[in-house]
């Protein structure tokens, strides 16, 4: 490094945004992540020990994914080096592998490989990394937002120890936004601030366990706040407020976040639960979820899990999503909520996903079956006299519009699919069946 580069190396590091500033250096400045850095856990001691094996870290924005690569950087005594998996391309790859080499040929120093978005690799990209991990040129880190058992090449998962950081609770954020205020070194207590408890609670509960969201608004609180008649720089609840005009939500419409919502909003309805449901309605539309998907899981669970049950569901949530295709945001909330409302709170059936089910089962297991003759067409040309539609029995012309005869294929004789349950309409269904087939039964005992 040469005399530019250190200075601008120092500037850099001078002039770096609060929340990199802030970054612990030693495992114990580490706020949060107890359950995989606590002192008696398999991470702390292989770091410490300096015996760290290829890992990938997975967890939401502002949980101490690069913080960790970071200290891991400060502690080894190996080799180490960082890429972006969002810029990085195959030469830097193979420039990295070079050095990784001539590290372990010359010195028996071995190379700590950090790569920032690695699920942003493409899986020719992954699979070269493969056999340099695999025979130690390579210690890999890996940082990813997205669920690496599916973003992640498996054989490179395979080699690797997955980690999965949770975010922050709000007492490791509070002691992050004291720390930001009053550390003169790397903090910004130069400024000569003081923050107000509650604004302290306000900014850790609206950061929703990032921490990189509540550092930029304390560090935009106390460069924008003018200074009080006692020259100090005072964060109320009020310059607070301004500086997160909205809470942070972990929510990435194709990733953990986007299908943890979304299936719990669909568990909430099938349980009967319309509080928890319109709670996760309410998340998804704060997070900018497409509202036509939601009308979509909705229409869904109203056949899946309510069915004949209350056969009205379906059509509430098919006119709900014709409703909100053409009324939009924000009146669309309004009718989102009124049909998964509407879906929680009927009475519940899935005999109908049972009996389908059942049937494909059937269908795969038995081929095509012959179709009774009595029910095939009679219309064209030659079936008369092949039989078709011989001996039919026109359901209309007997009593309650039912009569006995052979539907299924004569193979599948007995069989049953569609079992209504005892709860809301299905009740009357059953009953209803019951009764025609008991009256028919008696037709033809007379």
Do not use: W
């Not at 970054?23 to 015996?51: C, F, N, S």
């Not at 942003?120 to 890999?140: A, H, I, S």
């Amino acid at each position: 490094m040469d005399l530019f580069d250190y200075m601008r190396e120092t500037n850099r590091e001078k002039e770096a945004p609060l929340a990199a500033r802030l970054r612990p250096r030693t495992l114990d400045e580490v706020v949060g992540q107890r359950h995989i850095i606590g002192k008696d856990r398999l991470l702390y001691r292989a770091i410490m020990a300096d015996k760290l094996s290829s890992v990938i870290f997975y967890g939401p924005p502002g949980t101490g994914k690069t913080t960790l690569a970071k200290v891991v950087a400060n502690t080894t005594s190996a080799a180490f080096t960082q890429i972006n998996a969002t810029v990085a391309g195959k030469k830097d790859m193979e420039e990295v592998v070079k050095a990784a080499k001539d590290n372990q040929g010359m010195f028996g120093k071995k190379t700590i490989l950090f790569i920032d978005e690695i699920h942003r690799f493409n899986k020719g990209q992954q699979d070269y990394l493969l056999p340099f991990v695999e025979d130690g040129t390579l210690v890999l880190i890996g940082a990813t937002t997205e669920n690496p058992y599916f973003e992640v090449n498996g054989a490179l998962l395979s080699r690797s120890v997955v980690f999965e950081l949770k975010p922050l609770e709000q007492e490791d954020i509070r002691e992050l936004i004291l720390r930001a205020v009053y550390d003169k070194e790397r903090g910004m207590g130069a400024y000569d601030a003081v923050i107000e408890e509650d604004a302290v609670r306000f900014l850790a509960d609206m950061a929703g366990g990032d921490a990189r969201h509540a550092l930029n608004a304390v560090e935009l609180g106390v460069l924008t706040t003018r200074r009080s008649g006692d020259q100090k720089i005072h964060i109320t609840l009020e310059v607070a407020q301004e500086c997160i005009q909205k809470r942070a939500v972990r929510y990435d419409k194709t990733g953990d976040c986007h299908y943890d919502t979304i299936s719990a909003f669909i568990k909430s309805m099938r349980g009967s639960d319309p509080d928890a449901a319109v709670y996760y309605l309410a998340r998804m539309l704060y997070a900018g979820e497409d509202i036509k998907f939601i009308a979509r899981r909705i229409m869904i669970c109203a056949s899946e899990d309510v069915g004949n049950a209350d056969p009205q569901a379906l059509q509430v949530a098919v006119h709900a999503s014709l409703a909100v295709e053409r009324i939009g945001m924000p009146e669309a909330q309004i009718i989102l909520a009124h049909a998964a409302s509407y879906v929680a709170c009927a009475p519940k059936s899935n005999a109908a996903v049972n009996a389908i089910g059942e049937a494909m089962r059937t269908v795969e297991e038995t081929g095509n079956l012959p179709i009774p003759p009595h029910l095939q067409d009679a219309h064209y040309k030659g079936a008369a006299k092949l039989g078709h539609g011989l001996d039919y029995k026109y359901a209309h012309e007997y009593p309650n519009h039912y009569v006995e005869q052979q539907y299924l294929p004569y193979e599948l004789t007995g069989k049953e699919f569609y079992r209504p349950t005892g709860n809301g309409y299905e009740q009357k269904i059953r009953e209803h069946m019951r009764r025609i087939k008991q009256e028919a039964k008696r037709e033809e005992t007379k």
